[in-house]
């Protein structure tokens, strides 16, 4: 099983497309579902609970998150002194990579750090000087010894290109990724859709931007011999390839939830609060007993359920956007679809000449990249 650890609930970053929809959005509360909104701000129960439930899994994962999981060192300290998991993973905005010393840093084995393309629209979603700072630091980690797979983790909303921004993160001089995971910013808040233009440039810049996408990606495993792991595109070809039926492929529900930082388990790291779906608390659940919960209509209704998975369990649950605004998100999903089964017969081509192996389409499932964006 995989544990998102939820260290803090505080940022030290105020972004476009959560702060400031938090803002906007002040005002909406969750009527329909009993949230508490007085977590603690930090993880407050005794760590080496959490390294009993975890020895209770023998293949269990622990990804610290947050907020920003980098503003409690200590405590990551703390639980991987403790906790033997098969392996520790972190998602963060990358500003205080430098503040872990080498010998943690060195034993993730994975890292997702938030960028969003180059450093003009990183600075413009995230803040003045970010990019140049999480750049700097991702650097510094990979002289430092850090050898496990890093993947630049992009929000995509209206001003990103996708094409451009993607090419730019796996082509760059500076620090080029060869891992790309990108999640759109779409069905999380209440108010946003009817002000954003996000149906317009779904249809007219993101998607064709993913088929570009697609080309490219398989132009280049025919240049070199290689897969770049562009999770959404990765991932739909694993499948399409293995002739798979996908669950929702983050996980959220049934193989990947959440610890809060009062210790109660909850599906996924964005239902936090949502008491009606507390699943127990660390002190005494079992990490493999954990009630299995899954998204309902419209996606269970939906003909492309198999290789979607649902997209978002919590999406799907709260559904903050109408039905009308989310089918817009679903296009985009038989867009990345259909942009990956047109560059199959390629796929299968280069596997048949022996330039490029199926294997080279398997990942580590679950390690944060919804693969569905
Ligand atoms: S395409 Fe939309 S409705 Fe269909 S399974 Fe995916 S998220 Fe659900
Ligand atoms: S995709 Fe949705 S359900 Fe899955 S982890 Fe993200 S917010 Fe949670």
Redesign the pocket.
Known sequence: MFFHVLLTTECNLECRYCFGETLEDFDEDFADFDVDYALPRKANYDFSLLAEFCRRDPACVLTFYGGEPLLCTEAIKQIMDLAKPRHFMIQTNGLLLDRLEPEYVNRFHTILVSLDGDEALTDFYRGKGIFRKVVDNVKLIVQNGFRGELIARMTVMEQTDIHKQVTWLVGNSEFAFSSVHWQLNAGFWANDYARRGFRCWSETSYVPGVERLARFWVDRMEAKRAVLRLYPLLGVANSLLSNEDAKLRCGGGWINYAIQTDGYVIPCPTMWGMKNYYLGHIAQANPLKLKKIF?GA??TE?D??NV?????LYA?IVKRWSSEA?AT??ST??GLVNAVEAELPRIKQLITNGEVSQKDFEFMEYNGCEI?P
């Open positions: 998204v419209p996606c939906c492309s359920l979607c998975g649902g997209r978002c799907n989310y998100v679903c999903v038989r569905i």
